[in-house]
């Protein structure tokens, strides 16, 4: 579980370098500028790190199947 946090900043770390340097209207990706098609990438990617996360969690492996 140790390594597998440093994954949470996988995505404060792609919008911190990589708006700045995407920071353009050209190329249009699906209608987007480039930088907004950036950041919605990361928010749909940071969900999906989240999700593994999560999953890798050894304290939600364990829960109990009924909860009050």
Excluded: C, H, Q
């Amino acid at each position: 579980m140790g390594l597998i946090k440093y994954l949470a900043a996988l995505p404060f770390i792609g919008i911190l370098v990589g708006v700045p340097l995407l920071n353009r209207v050209e190329p249009l990706v699906l209608g987007l500028p480039l930088v907004l098609a950036w950041i919605v990438l990361w928010i749909i990617l940071t969900a999906v790190i989240m999700a593994i996360i999560y999953f890798a969690d050894p304290a939600n492996r364990d829960a109990p199947e009924s909860r009050p």
